[in-house]
T-cell receptor
Framework: EDQVTQSPEALRLQEGESSSLNCSYT??????LFWYRQDPGKGPEFLFT???AGEEKEKERLKATLTKKESFLHITAPKPEDSATYLC????????FGTGTRLKVLA | DTEVTQTPKHLVMGMTNKKSLKCEQH?????MYWYKQKAKKPPELMFV???????INESVPSRFSPECPNSSLLNLHLHALQPEDSALYLC?????????????FGPGTRLTVT
């Protein structure tokens, strides 16, 4: 059965303290892996798509990487406005979502 | 522009009411989706429209009725809902439904069933 697991479930960082979020997956043939950011009560905001192992994408303080078994979302020198839930998903029209990592960045 | 709009933002309805949620995108996307999201859970897929035709119904109860009037609009008609249907309803769109394309989500409609 296809599965996506995210860790940690919750993470508290001090402003400027870099860290990584993990998304491990078990799927029969990865077509795409997607990262989203979701603020409370709002829709997920698209961040990155990764298609093949070794691929990396960056946007401001965020960098997403992909291996054959997992993806990491690296957050460099985070700011309080980076606080959100980060979701990863795999699939095509039907996403298999992880349960998310709730990130809190303290000033 | 990667914007998907949804109206209303909030909706409170009784169990005997009929209401509709609306979604619009102007990105030329040919696939549109409805999701339901409960607190602290990831979104759950409800329906997929591809080229204005319903292609996926994830065994959603008939009290939820989707409609795609044209390639830019998606509606979700609600009737005789239950309190457990209270949730955030999200609309999304993507370039196509076949293939791994990123989905762009709207801000959601917070639905409360009393």
């Amino acid at each position: 059965e296809d599965q996506v697991t995210q860790s940690p479930e919750a993470l508290r960082l001090q402003e400027g303290e870099s860290s990584s979020l993990n998304c491990s997956y078990t799927v029969s043939g990865l077509r795409g892996l997607f990262w989203y950011r979701q603020d409370p009560g709002k829709g997920p905001e698209f961040l990155f798509t990764l298609y093949s192992a070794g691929e990396e994408k960056e946007k401001e303080r965020l960098k997403a990487t992909l291996t054959k078994k997992e993806s990491f979302l690296h957050i460099t020198a985070p700011k309080p406005e980076d606080s959100a839930t980060y979701l990863c998903a795999v699939g095509t029209y039907k996403y298999i979502f992880g349960t998310g990592t709730r990130l809190k960045v303290l000033a | 522009d990667t914007e998907v709009t949804q109206t209303p933002k909030h909706l409170v309805m009784g169990m005997t009411n009929k209401k509709s949620l609306k979604c619009e995108q102007h990105m030329g996307h040919r696939a549109m989706y409805w999701y339901k999201q409960k607190a602290k859970k990831p979104p759950e897929l409800m329906f997929v429209y591809s080229y204005e035709k319903l292609s996926i119904n994830e065994s959603v109860p008939s009290r939820f009725s989707p409609e795609c009037p044209n390639s830019s609009l998606l509606n979700l008609h609600l009737h005789a809902l239950q309190p457990e249907d209270s949730a955030l309803y999200l609309c999304a769109s993507s370039q196509e439904s076949q293939g791994a394309y990123e989905q762009y989500f709207g801000p959601g409609t917070r639905l409360t069933v009393t």
